[in-house]
C-alpha cells in the first residue's frame, strides 16, 4: 500500500511532463506528438484485439479510414454538416458499426484467417475511397473541418488564445486534444483489460476450448473485441484527420494496417503502456529522420538523388530491422523488455507483483481434443 | 442467461442437492471408430463417480460430450430435467456444469486472474461497463474477488493467490484448474485427471480437496482418474469403459473385483484383485 503514494505523485509528474511541450517545442515536434497520440489509441485498440483475443486483424487502416472520413464527411460541406464535436462523435459509432457489420466473419474465424479476411476490407475501403467523389473527394481527398467545442476551436481560424505568453496555434490547441482522448483510451482500455471482458478475451486466446467450458461465449467475444477495436481505430482516424487537416486515400491503404501490427508487436502484445510506446516508435522514427536527413550519414536530403537511401527508406529499414531485433530478443516487446530491465536494476524487492517478475508467457498447452 | 444464484457470494450455507446427470445411451463415432457406444450411467445427486478405463476407452470423449465439446451421434444427457446434449459449451457452463482438463490448460497472468476467468457465467460486467468502470462493474468484481480468494483458500492456493501461474509448480497449475471449475459454483464438477503426473503428497492433498469440497458445497463429482488409490478412496459408484462400451458398474469393491475390469486393466483374468494405479498416469492420448 506504500507503493501508492509514488505512484500516484508519477503519474502526475507524467501528466505535468505531458502538458509542457506546447511551451517549449515548435510545431514540427507537436506533429510528430500528435500523429504518436493518433496512432497510440489505434495501436491500444489493434492491440485489445490482437493482443489480448489473439485475433489478427489487417483491417485496421479500414477502421482509421472509416472514422477520419467519416468525421470530415459527417460535419463538412458536402456532407450534413453537423457540429464537428457530434461528428467526431458520430464518426467513432460509425466504426464501431462497420466493424459490427463486419463480425458474423470476425465471430467466426479465427487467428490468420481474420488477417486474411480483413485484407479484403483494406482493398474495398480504398476503392470506395477513390471512387465515391462526393463523399471522399475521390483521389484528391478532402479538406478536414476543424473540431470547435462550446465555442472554441482546435484550429488556428479562431480567436487567438495566448497561454503564458506563448501563442496557441492549431498544434498547441490539438496537443491537448490529443492528451485527453489518449487518456480516454488508456483508461477504458485498461478497465477493459483487467475487468471481466479482458479476462474472458485472454482466456479464449490462450485455449477457446477452456474458455467455453468457463462459459465465455467465443463468438460473442471475438465479435465485441473486434467492434470494440474499430471504435478506437475509428478515434484515432477521426484524431489524425485533424491533425493533417486533409484526408487522402491513399494514407489509408495495406501499409498503414501493417505499420499498426509493428507497433503492436515492437511494443509488447497485450499491454497498453506497449502499445503506446511501439506507436510512438513507428510513427516518430520516419519523421524524425526525414528532418535530421543532412545531419545522419548515408541518408540522403530530401529532394536530391545524390546517392545514399532516402530518410523515409532510411526510417523502413530501421525499423524492419527494430523488428527483427526485438522478435529475436525481445519476443515480448519493449513493454517486456523495459518490465525485465526494472526486474533486474531492484533485485532485492520480493517478487510481488506481477509487474517485477520477468516475463512471462502463458501456459499453452495442448488443447484437450483429439 | 442463468437463473442460478451464487451461493457462496450469500456465505457459507449449504446449497439444495445438486440435479442427477444422466448420460442416456451415448454414442460418438470418429470416421468408423466407435469412441463411445451406447453408454449409459447416472451420476446420483452429491455423489462422486468415478469413471474408470484403459487408455482409450472413452473416458475423456465422454467429458467433452458432457461439457459440449462434441455432439454424440446419438443418446442424450441430462441435467436434473435440461437436456444438455446439443447446447453450447458457454451455455452447458452457466447451467453449473464445470470442468477441469487432462492437460492443464491455464491463462496468462495471476492465479487470481485464472480464477476470475471462472466466475464469468455468475458476473455481468459488459465491455461498455468495464471500459467506462461503472460502479456496478467494480463493485461487481470486488465482490467476486473476495470470493474468489476464498475458494483459493480452500483449494490451497491462497499463498500464491497473486502469483503467475507460469512460475507455479505442476501440482499447483493443476490445481488452479480445479480451483477456477470451483469458481463457476459448479452443481456439477467434471474432473479430468485431477492427480496425474503429481508427486504422493500433492496427490494426498488434491483428494482433500476435493473430499472437502464436495462436503462443503454439497455438489456433484464425477472423475476420470488412473490412481485406483484415489478412486476408491473418493468413490461412490464406478462405471468401467473398455472400447467405448460400459463394462461394469457398481460400488468400488464390486468393480474391484468384477472380472471383465480385471481382464481390461491386467489383460489376464483373475489375477491381482487390487490393481494398485494401473497405466501410466498423464498419458491418455485421447
Redesign the interface.
Known sequence: MSERIPKGAAALLTALLLCAPPFYLDAFWLRVGLFAMAAAIGAVGLGLLTGTAGQLSLGHAFFLAVGAYGYTWLAGEPGPGLPPALAALLAVLLAGAAGGLFSPVAGRVRGIYLGVATLALVFLGHHVLLTADSVTGGFNGRSVPALTLGGFSFSADGPAVTVLGVPFGAEERLWYLGLALLAGTW???R??L???????L??L???E??????????ARYRS?AFV?SSMYAGLAGVLLALAFRRVVPDYFGLTLSVDYLAMIVIGGL?SVAGATAGAVFVTALPLLMTRYADQLPLVATPGTTDGGVGPTEAARYLYGAAIVLILLYAPDGLHGLVRRVRARLRPAAPA???ES?PA????R?????? | MSARTSPGLAGDRRPAPPPALRVQDVTVRFAGLTALGAVSFTVAPGSVHALIGPNGAGKSTCFNVLSGLYRPESGRVLLGDTELTGLAPHKIAALGVARTFQNIVTTEGTVADNLMVGRHVLTRAGFAASALRLPGAVREQRAHRDRVREIAELTGLGDHFDTPVALLSYGDRKRVELARALCLEPRVLLLDEPVAGMNGAERARTAEVVSAVRARLGLSVLLVEHDMGLVMSLADEVTVLDFGRTVAHGTPDEVRRHPEVLRAYLGTPGADPAPAAAPAPGEDPV
Not at chain 1, 360 to 363: G, L, Q
Open positions: 483508461w477504458t482500455a478497465g477493459l483487467r475487468g471481466r471482458p479482458g479476462r474472458a485472454a482466456a486466446r490462450d485455449s476450448t477452456a474458455a467455453s467450458v468457463m462459459g465465455v461465449d467465443i465485441a470494440v497485450g510481488r507483483t506481477p517478475l512471462t508467457s502463458a501456459v498447452a495442448k488443447e484437450h481434443t483429439p
